[in-house]
């Protein structure tokens, strides 16, 4: 029977792929031939290529090479894929001729034909097209612009338009060292979750609300009505501070404590694009969840899912001295700018939409309404309301929120027992033709014969905002929402406004609409209670990352977020303490 006997084998000391150079068997007729090292992620190609007229390796040699990538490829004909591993090797096996004619040059002294107008030329625009580039906003007729991204359709595209996702925003609270990081959550997983939920049942009311005025419903266009700034006194105090939760609390009458306005952001998290925090104190088997003064909640937000929403201008580089001094104020179109403007339209509208003469009272008033005031009251109701989120019969997690009523529709029953209770909120327009419009088109002219097409834009730029004002008026067991469309009288002027329409939708239907879901919203609260349950006692905040769709939760200590006047009062309670 035939042996076999195994030939040796020379491994490759510098570990890379083929035989070394400096360890080929004496036998290996082709060790004189250079080696050119491969990745074995390289595509095969074609073993000779004769109708490509780059691929004469003379030229190279004779520094036509420049014209070419790495590979030896055209750069005119292929710019995709990675540069091959050890492709600049390849000239080694080139032909190269004694004689070889590579200096013989040619000198063409026939001038260059004159260029027409490119459309990718650099730095200015060319021919027609320049009134367009001067403009910046308007765009050809048919809605197609020739820029360097190619072939586009709408919206306003700028320079530094691809770097437009690479800007960072900063988190809406500071992140100290000593905060330890507890959990964090992707979005994708918040949109699995889902609870149903029970009807709330009515623990007490408090406050007084005006009728809605129907003129509004019936303004349009062309019968436009100034926005008029009201002074009058709204509360958006956070749970901690309310009078009415404090005294729920030492009954014992639910596990979790909130507002309407915070529990919408947590069950509208994953549409949430800007950052935000909410600070949960647990004491006991209760847990608070609570706002920030000045916190991200106090205001509105404008085209927050908007593919290129509004920014704020970058700040100064302190390491940059001659940057300050040329630091321009913020326009009016900014980010903040118009959050600000959003909020006080928001307000004045609900003051403005109401009769003041005609107003029913709750069971109690309004428990933040103190006697030295003496501004009027804005029209507000406040219904504290109990949910159940216990998934079994042993469990006993409830949820006492305090929902908030803006008015209420003349003859849809008694408001005093939930009936025609309304809701009004406001969507502004601020410049279409502005960065961050979002591809809005002009109220003034679409929203009569197009409001379809401006309710699509409106729900795609606005979906967060919109979903957070649904969920608020369910909440709140509010039969209607009143949306009013505000408008600048000039683009340029932020001062001054008008109302263009009032568009009525039930809570329930319009969420249909938008897509969301109560029970997602709610599988979210009970997951964010049970992991702050299983903590123990003291202070958390939960944080939106400002560029990741991730919220994480932080253990804070106790004198986080605390104003200088709460813990001079604390530190004086103290001394008290140790006094007696």
């Not at 027609?128 to 308007?138: E, I, L, T, V």
């Not at 428990?367 to 216990?390: H, I, K, M, N, Q």
């Not at 991730?550 to 009062?569: D, H, K, N, Q, W």
Request: with cysteine; charged share 25%; glycine share 8%.
């Amino acid at each position: 029977m035939s042996s076999f006997s195994l030939p040796p084998i020379h491994d490759n000391p510098d570990g890379g792929w083929g035989p070394s150079s400096s360890n080929i068997p004496e036998q290996f007729k082709f060790k004189d031939i250079p080696y050119a090292p491969f990745s074995k992620s390289d595509k095969l190609g074609r073993f000779a290529d004769w109708n490509d007229p780059m691929s004469d390796n003379r030229q190279a040699a004779a520094g036509a090479s420049a014209t070419r990538d790495a590979r030896g490829v055209s750069g005119r004909s292929r710019r995709d894929g990675a540069q091959a591993f050890g492709s600049g090797t390849a000239s080694a096996f080139a032909y190269f001729h004694v004689d070889d004619e590579s200096s013989f040059s040619l000198v063409d002294n026939k001038a260059a034909p004159p260029r027409r107008g490119s459309a990718f030329s650099r730095g200015r625009a060319t021919g027609r097209g320049s009134s367009f580039a001067n403009r910046g906003n308007q765009r050809p007729r048919g809605g197609f612009t020739n820029s360097r991204g190619g072939f586009q359709r709408g919206g306003r595209k700028g320079w530094r338009d691809w770097d437009k996702g690479n800007r960072t925003r900063e988190s809406s609270v500071t992140i100290s060292p000593q905060w330890s990081m507890l959990e964090e959550i992707e979005f994708h997983r918040l949109a699995k979750l889902k609870l149903e939920v029970d009807e709330a049942e009515d623990i007490d009311t408090y406050g007084r609300i005006f009728a809605y005025d129907k003129i509004y419903d019936r303004i349009t266009t062309k019968t436009e009505k100034p926005l008029q700034p009201s002074d009058r006194i709204k509360y958006n105090t956070t749970t901690s501070d309310d009078p009415v939760i404090q005294q729920l609390a030492t009954k014992d009458t639910a596990t979790v404590y909130t507002t309407d306005v915070i529990l919408s952001v947590l069950m509208c998290a994953p549409r949430s694009v800007y950052p935000w925090d909410i600070v949960i104190v647990r004491e006991g088997n209760h847990l608070f969840l609570d706002k920030r003064d000045g916190g991200p909640f106090d205001t509105v937000t404008v085209n927050e899912n908007a593919s290129d929403p509004p920014q704020d201008p970058a700040p100064p580089n302190p390491n940059n001295p001659s940057e300050k001094s040329t630091q321009e104020a913020p326009s009016i179109n900014s980010a903040t700018s118009l959050s600000l403007e959003a909020t006080y339209i928001n307000q004045n509208f609900g003051f403005q939409a109401v009769v003041e003469s005609t107003a029913v009272d709750f069971a109690h008033p309004n428990p933040f309404y103190g006697p030295e005031e003496t501004d009027p009251l804005a029209s507000c109701g406040y219904r504290y309301r109990v949910f159940d989120l216990s998934v079994t019969e042993d469990e006993d997690i409830k949820l006492c929120v305090r929902t908030e009523v803006d008015a209420f529709l003349p003859g849809q029953g008694n408001p005093r027992d939930g009936q025609g209770l309304a809701t009004i909120r406001a969507l502004n327009e601020f410049d279409p033709r502005a960065p961050g419009a979002g591809g809005a088109q002009d109220w003034r002219s679409k929203l009569d014969s197009q409001r379809g097409a401006v309710v699509a834009t409106e729900m795609k730029n606005n979906s967060c905002k919109l979903a957070k004002w649904t969920v608020q008026s369910i909440l709140a067991g509010a039969d209607l929402m009143k949306i009013g469309y505000i408008s600048r009288v000039n683009p340029k002027d932020n001062s001054r406004h008008v109302i263009l329409s009032t568009a009525s939708m039930r809570p329930t239907d319009f969420a249909a609409q938008l897509n969301v879901s109560l029970a997602n919203g709610w599988g979210i609260v009970r997951t964010i209670t049970d992991l702050c349950m299983k903590m123990p006692e003291g202070k958390y905040v939960l944080i939106k990352d400002p560029n990741k769709s991730v919220i994480r939760l932080y253990s804070v200590p106790m004198t986080a977020f605390t104003t200088e006047e709460e813990e001079g009062e604390t530190f004086e309670a103290d001394e008290h303490e140790s006094a007696a």
